[in-house]
């Protein structure tokens, strides 16, 4: 039902003021004149001690860090497991997407989780999956039982990275709201930091150094566990639960006062009122009948698929294999590089960290949009060039082995590239590409050719390199460049928003299942592009890939300018009446836009029952 309607029918059950968006947050933070009694505890709400929030956000962010961590650790360990553990595209394949599969399933299972057992007990399930999940991995005797541990691993990242963004924003003051829970992907995106560095450094320990790669996620995952043990449950859960004595003692202490009384009231009164408005049956059903509520998954969903379809994951999980294009032959520089792509993504997040809060979320996401879709045009381009510039076969070796091989009939580079069967053999000099010939690569170790003079047996002696999945190229520069910019523009917004945005557009009833739904969306659409990229730069070229990816994001900006409303500085409670008006139509009146907001003393929760509670 539409939440102006809905708010009329209550007038009589309390006061309501009818005032403009922007005016919002000052009434509730610096106590309009029209509201005398609140400015006591808006005060509370703005002067709090936000030292609490900070080490609540801190411990939950740690899920963050353990979702970007395990997510990211895996390139490095592959090289090293490949190779120790004899395992074939299909395994390795297996052993990376089992986690994001998991991932995406014990999303949608944790709505269910978090609504019956809370948000606490969600997250120290988590941190425990982790624990447990990282033992196993680093005692693994053989690939069955790593594929256990990455998939348990993956449960455990399903179920972090829906449960912490609400967790965070049930918990922090609203002023502070945004930027605590983008603290939440700052981890993500620092826990694939530390994961490429630790890759880089154990890279060097050829047996058993994925042991410790894989393993020293347990550590994180304690620490949290125990953080978890002594801090809060939400108070919006346990007020929704009925534990309305706990949820008040809880928001005092988080908010390092006793005047919570006006925040309090507000998210009773909601609670009360969605209660009786809302139906029976599965609270999905519930949702989309529910216009405000099925209009808020939308967007959640949509920002979520949009920003796996600008094609983060393919730069992070290969950022190796591009930086290779970009004519990094060595496999220990091309790790230590990828860090550097990693840290890009981390800095910049934290750029975004500190402007949600200025620019909010609105601005920050068509910004970081147009950035992101031009700096992949960029990289489209120099993939393009590289294509044009690609070198000619110029030597086809006579032995009969060969014959048979499509690899043969290339007359470019760029050809055998893309078919997965076939790498670039050439010797060098200068710049110039000497004794080019494409071969049949070995099926059992993509590093060589499967005989000839770049098999592993012969390239010594012949000083020629083996180039497989990329081509020798002058404009690798340009590919580097796009790289950069793409991760500056996406980082700060694309990567943060759809997990901050959704975090906070759900009403309490419907937040555990909106997160869950949109985060599965998240780590599906993660697989579908992942799993695609190297299909789709075999059909479409790598440079058509890219373009694709552009695209995408151009598509995502028209999204967003027409559905994403701005959530800066509202209460949780207030951002319900955001999604009230048709979907595309939110923009349109920005800064005219009528909301309602509670007065302290007009609630149907009395200053006496308030006394009468404590
Ligand atoms: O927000 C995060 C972040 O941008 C990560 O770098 C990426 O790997 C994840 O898929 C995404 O959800």
């Not at 801090?231 to 007020?239: A, D, N, Q, T, V």
């Not at 029976?280 to 099925?294: D, H, K, N, Q, Y």
């Not at 470019?412 to 000099?429: A, K, Q, R, S």
Request: charged letters at 15%; proline letters at 4%; hydrophobic letters at 45%.
């Amino acid at each position: 039902m539409d939440k102006v309607i809905r708010n009329t029918k209550l007038e009589d059950e309390r006061s309501l003021i009818r005032a403009p968006s922007d005016l919002i947050i000052n009434k509730r933070t610096n106590a309009a004149p029209s509201d005398a009694n609140s400015g006591e505890s808006n005060t509370a709400i703005q002067e709090g001690s936000p030292k609490f929030a900070y080490i609540l956000a801190f411990f939950s962010a740690l899920g963050g860090f353990l979702f970007g961590y395990d997510t990211g650790v895996v390139s490095g360990a592959m090289l090293l497991l490949k190779r120790e553990m004899n395992l074939n595209a299909l395994w390795q394949e297996l052993l990376v997407s089992s986690t994001v599969g998991a991932a995406a399933l014990s999303a949608l299972a944790g709505g269910y989780l978090n609504g019956l057992f809370g948000r606490k007990i969600c997250i120290l399930l988590a941190s425990s999956i982790f624990s447990f999940g990282g033992i196993i991995l680093s005692i693994a005797p053989n690939k069955e039982v790593l594929l256990f541990g990455r998939l348990v691993v993956g449960l455990g990242i399903g179920i972090a990275s829906m449960t912490v963004p609400v967790y965070i924003a049930e918990v922090s003051p609203p002023h502070l709201r945004g930027q605590l829970v983008t603290i939440n992907t700052l981890f993500i995106t620092g826990g694939q930091f530390i994961a490429s560095v630790v890759d880089g450094a154990f890279s060097y320990l050829s047996n058993g150094g994925w042991r410790y790669m894989l393993g020293l996620s347990a550590i994180p995952a304690v620490l949290q566990f125990l953080g978890f043990l002594f801090l809060p449950e939400s108070p919006r859960w346990l007020l929704q639960k009925g534990r309305s004595q706990q949820a008040h003692q809880v928001l005092m202490h988080i908010r390092g006062t006793e005047n919570v009384e006006e925040e309090y009231d507000s998210i009773k009164t909601t609670i009360e009122e969605e209660e009786k408005e809302s139906g029976g049956g599965p609270v999905l059903w519930r949702i989309l009948a529910s216009g405000p509520a099925r209009r808020a998954l939308i967007v959640g969903c949509g920002l979520q698929m949009f920003q796996q379809l600008s094609g983060i994951n393919t730069v992070m999980y290969y950022s190796a294999t591009i930086l290779q294009m970009a004519g990094v032959r060595d496999d220990r520089m091309a790790i230590w590089l990828a860090a550097v792509t990693a840290f890009t993504n981390f800095l910049f997040t934290l750029v975004g960290v500190w402007l949600v809060e200025r620019v909010g979320r609105r601005k920050l996401t068509l910004g970081s949009i147009i950035g992101t879709s031009a700096s992949l045009f960029v990289l489209a381009v120099g993939f393009l060039l590289s294509a044009h510039a690609s070198p000619p076969v110029t030597f086809h070796p006579s032995d009969p082995t060969f014959f048979n091989s499509t690899c043969t009939h290339y007359g470019f580079c760029e050809y055998c590239m893309l078919d997965p069967n076939c790498g670039f053999c050439y010797n060098e000099n200068g710049s110039t590409i000497l004794n080019s010939s494409c071969e049949h690569v070995n099926p059992a170790n993509t590093e060589e050719a499967a005989s000839g003079r770049c098999s592993n047996t012969t390239q010594e002696s012949t000083d020629a390199f083996w180039a497989y999945n990329y081509c020798p190229t002058t404009y690798s520069w340009i590919v580097l460049l796009g790289l950069i910019l793409y991760l500056a523009f996406f980082a700060p917004g694309m990567g943060p928003m759809p997990w901050t945005v959704n975090s906070e557009i759900y009403p309490l009833w419907a937040r555990s299942t909106g997160n869950a739904c949109s985060a599965g969306v998240n780590w599906i659409c993660n697989v579908l592009v992942s799993l695609t990229f190297l299909h789709v730069a075999q059909y479409l070229t790598y440079y058509g890939a890219f373009f694709l990816y552009s695209g995408l994001a151009l598509l995502s900006f028209l999204f967003v300018l027409g559905c994403l409303p701005e959530t800066k500085g509202l209460v949780l409670e207030d951002i319900e009446t955001l999604f009230s008006t048709r979907l595309c139509t939110c923009d349109t009146t920005d800064g005219q836009k009528v909301h309602y907001v509670r007065v302290k003393g007009g609630n149907h929760f009395s200053d006496e029952e308030f006394s009468n509670r404590e």
